[in-house]
Every structure is written in structure tokens, then in C-alpha cells.
């Protein structure tokens, strides 16, 4: 069972705004660990999205951004592109397990 | 360009050891964290563990007990042993580059498929 919760799936059409929640707990977000956000396309290794909660890397189009609040967080695609279709996962890390990485679920995003 | 390969044997036999190599091209091995993370197939991913480059090391709490993460600088490399394993540990595995500072997983392998299987 994931530590962080994201939701299975998300969907919208081109051009729409969807977002991607992904909520932790105390021991995680909530304790003030940063928040990270990677793609992955079938079959790829995941690629790097958004670190320190709302920092792209260069590369990466403003399209995408992250926010976090408490013990939450969200990526934001505007401007949705057929080949924003991929797995999005967000990661974190935990006191409560000594530290290390944490994933959720993933969420498949549906470009309709 | 820095360049992560996985490399190690597709299939181990169950309650055998799987060890897999990561060999970094294009980047000191120095200030870096260098991680391991598993993805069984159609499931999401795992984070297993890391060695500093100073050679301490972190692990997952569900893996420590079998887990093995060590650095070899001498030869731009970092390998993962883990030991007993069972079907469920058949995954794509991927060695990664985690960032000092700010804990990113910047630089990822393209991973390597192992299946545990008699």
C-alpha cells in the first residue's frame, strides 16, 4: 500500500487544466519534506517533473507546476497536449520510516 | 552527458541473491546520493535504498533485512544485493542519481527487468 495517496486516474480534454492531488501525513508532507513529481510514458524510465514541491527543472514547460499545502500536494497541467498522456507519481520522505523515499500510487492521465 | 546502466542477470531462482551493477558515466561519483528503485510490472514504484557517496547507507524498512547497497568509486559503480528473494520481488529495477541538497532524483538508468522464477 502506497504511503502517499494519489488518485487511480485523472482525465480532460486538449487544452483543459486538470490537477493531480497527492496526500501524505505527518510523518511525510506534513513534516515539512519536499515534494517531488516524476513522468513516466510506458515503458521509460520516469523523468524528473517538479522538485522542492514547485521547481521545474529546465526542460520541463510551465505548463506544469506544484503546489503543497499541509500535509498535501498537487501538480497542475494547463494546456493539456495528447502527449502529456503518461503515469504522473509524486514522492516525498517519511520520519516514520527512517527517512526514506516515499511514492503514491501514480495516476494515469487520459488525454480524451 | 551523464549516463546511468543497470546491468545483472534477467531471471534469479527463488531464495537465491539478486545482484544487479550501475555503472555512472559522465559524472563524479562524489556529492551524490545513488539509489535504487523498483517497479513490479503494472504496479507503481518502490523506493529500495542508497549509498552516499561517503559510503554510508539508507534503505527501505520493508527491504533492509535483505537489502545490500555498496559503492565501488574506483570504478564509477554501485551495485544492489538482495538476498532470499521471492516472486515478489520481479521488477524492472532502476539505479538513479539523487541530488545532495535538494534530495531530487535527477539522472535516471533505463532500468533492467528482473524476474524471479524457478
Known amino acids: 500500500q502506497p504511503v502517499l495517496t494519489q488518485p487511480p486516474s485523472v482525465s480532460g480534454a486538449p487544452g483543459q487544466r486538470v490537477t493531480i492531488s497527492c496526500t501524505g501525513s505527518?510523518?511525510?508532507?506534513?513534516?515539512?519534506?519536499?515534494v517531488f513529481w516524476y513522468q513516466q510514458f510506458p515503458g521509460t524510465a520516469p523523468r524528473l517533473l517538479i522538485y522542492?514541491?514547485?521547481n521545474r527543472p529546465s526542460g520541463v514547460p510551465d505548463r506544469f507546476s506544484g503546489s503543497k499545502s499541509g500535509t498535501s500536494a498537487s501538480l497542475a497541467i494547463t494546456g493539456l497536449r495528447a502527449e502529456d498522456e503518461a503515469d504522473y507519481y509524486c514522492?516525498?520522505?517519511?520520519?516514520?520510516?527512517?527517512?526514506?523515499?516515499?511514492f503514491g500510487g501514480g495516476t494515469k492521465l487520459t488525454v480524451l | 552527458q551523464v549516463n546511468l546502466q543497470e546491468s545483472g542477470p534477467g531471471l534469479v531462482k527463488p531464495s537465491e541473491t539478486l545482484s544487479l551493477t550501475c555503472n555512472v558515466s559522465?559524472?563524479?561519483?562524489?556529492?551524490?546520493?545513488w539509489t535504487w528503485i523498483r517497479q513490479p510490472p503494472g504496479k507503481g514504484l518502490e523506493w529500495i535504498g542508497y549509498?552516499?557517496?561517503?559510503?554510508?547507507?539508507g534503505y527501505n524498512p520493508s527491504l533492509k533485512s535483505r537489502a545490500t547497497i555498496s559503492l565501488q568509486s574506483s570504478k564509477s559503480q554501485f551495485s544492489l544485493s538482495l538476498r532470499a528473494v521471492t516472486a515478489a520481488d520481479t521488477a524492472v529495477y532502476y539505479c538513479?542519481?539523487?541530488?545532495?541538497?535538494?534530495?531530487?532524483?535527477?539522472?535516471w538508468g533505463k532500468g533492467t527487468m528482473v524476474a524471479v522464477s524457478s
Open positions: 538513479v542519481r539523487r541530488n545532495y541538497d535538494l534530495y531530487y532524483m535527477d539522472v
Open positions: 559522465g559524472a563524479s561519483i562524489s556529492r551524490y546520493y
Open positions: 549509498v552516499f557517496f561517503s559510503g554510508s547507507t
Open positions: 505527518s510523518s511525510n508532507i506534513g513534516a515539512g519534506h519536499a
Open positions: 522542492g514541491n514547485t
Open positions: 514522492q516525498s520522505y517519511d520520519n516514520a520510516l527512517s527517512g526514506s523515499g516515499v
